[in-house]
């Protein structure tokens, strides 16, 4: 029996092979604590939108399509989760007609610098 067979070939932790989506923080606990407390799928939202949060590095986001895939959230979901959010005060929302809602991330009354 060759023993080589059974070895693992570990995959370097800055190897584009392991360069997989994750969740950045930090994220203040009472905000997530806050949000997990709210009804339906709304933590699956204000996980999304903290992910796209750090992924442009900006508090204020345009959710996008992809990401809403990625959590599995239809858009009815997320206008809900939306409302819910901000009706806690862990965001404000600007809508205008026929486009994407700006979303700003806060906590308490200040804006959240990612």
Do not use: C
């Amino acid at each position: 029996m060759d023993i080589r067979r059974l070895q693992l070939n570990p995959v370097p932790v800055n190897s584009r092979a392991s360069k997989s989506p994750f969740l950045r923080g930090p994220i203040p606990l009472d905000w997530l604590g806050r949000a997990a407390r709210l009804p339906g799928r709304t933590m699956h939202v204000a996980i999304a939108l903290w992910h796209l949060s750090t992924l442009r590095r900006s508090p204020v986001v345009k959710m996008q399509t992809k990401i809403l895939d990625l959590f599995s959230i239809s858009k009815e979901v997320y206008a809900r989760g939306l409302t819910n959010l901000e009706a806690e005060g862990l965001l404000s929302v600007e809508r205008r007609p026929g486009q994407t809602p700006v979303v700003t991330i806060l906590k308490g009354y200040e804006v959240i610098t990612a």
